[in-house]
């Protein structure tokens, strides 16, 4: 298995700019997360999604930020528009569905994509 | 919101010498993790505790919840330099989805050889 992919890698953009991260969680996968890495915040949770469906978006930090989930091999998070304070590594991450070999609170995470708004 | 605490921040260590991590909070946890994450990459899942005062090994390092399951500690016996990287507990709420994880500060470990 490929585990979680993200793209880009690096993002740098000038403040203003509309910023897409991409991911595609482990295929079987039915929970799917966003976090975000500062040192100044360590890493937070942004957004989860079962099933496709968002559970809970109370980390999202402002309406700058939306995440989507067509479909089970794909998500999508969005800023519009970027401020230097969005500067950070944001990480994917996907966890099994019960009845498996492996713990459903066991979460895979992905490279990781680190943003630099300027 | 519940706050995991990490201890020490940041720890730089002679390779062989022994160390442990604190991992402390105010509330209960269901279950607590622990991660490692190298420059570069994503957090890798070491161990999952669920059971108060239960300890878990894993070759070199031993993993403790403490009995209210509100704190939980990591020791590694001889430390080598492969043991670099950023330690960081996670706690699942009480109550709440075992999906759902808390992340403390987290420890910055560095073995000199």
């Known amino acids: 298995d490929a585990g979680v992919i993200q793209s880009p890698r690096h993002e740098v953009t000038e403040m203003g700019q509309e910023v897409t991260l991409r991911c595609k969680p482990i295929?079987?996968?039915?929970?799917l997360f966003w976090y975000r890495q500062t040192m100044m915040r360590g890493l937070e949770l942004l957004i989860y999604?079962?099933?496709?469906?968002?559970?809970?978006d109370s980390g999202m930090p402002e309406d700058r930020f939306s995440a989507k989930m067509p479909n089970a091999s794909f998500s999508t998070l969005k800023i519009q528009p970027s401020e230097p304070r969005d500067s950070a590594v944001y990480f994917c991450?996907?966890?099994?569905?019960?009845?498996?070999?492996?713990?459903?609170?066991?979460?895979?995470f992905g490279p990781g994509t680190r943003l630099t708004v300027l | 919101t519940q706050l995991l605490e990490q201890s020490p921040q940041f720890l730089s260590i002679q390779e062989g010498e022994n160390l442990t991590v604190y991992c402390n909070s105010s509330?209960?946890?269901?279950?607590l993790q622990w991660y490692r994450q190298e420059p570069g990459e994503g957090p890798v899942l070491l161990v999952t505790?669920?059971?108060?005062?239960e300890v878990k090994k894993l070759k070199r390092l031993t993993f403790q919840f403490g009995d209210a399951r509100k704190d939980s500690s990591l020791h590694i016996t001889a430390a080598q330099p492969g043991d670099t990287g950023l330690y960081l507990c996670?706690?699942?709420?009480?109550?709440?989805?075992?999906?759902?994880?808390?992340f403390g500060s987290g420890t910055q470990l560095t073995v000199l050889p």
């Open positions: 996670a706690g699942a709420a009480l109550g709440g989805s075992a999906r759902q994880l808390t």
């Open positions: 999604f079962n099933n496709n469906v968002p559970i809970d």
């Open positions: 505790v669920v059971t108060g005062g």
């Open positions: 509330s209960v946890f269901s279950s």
């Open positions: 991450a996907s966890s099994p569905v019960p009845g498996g070999p492996i713990p459903t609170d066991t979460q895979y």
């Open positions: 295929s079987g996968h039915d929970y």
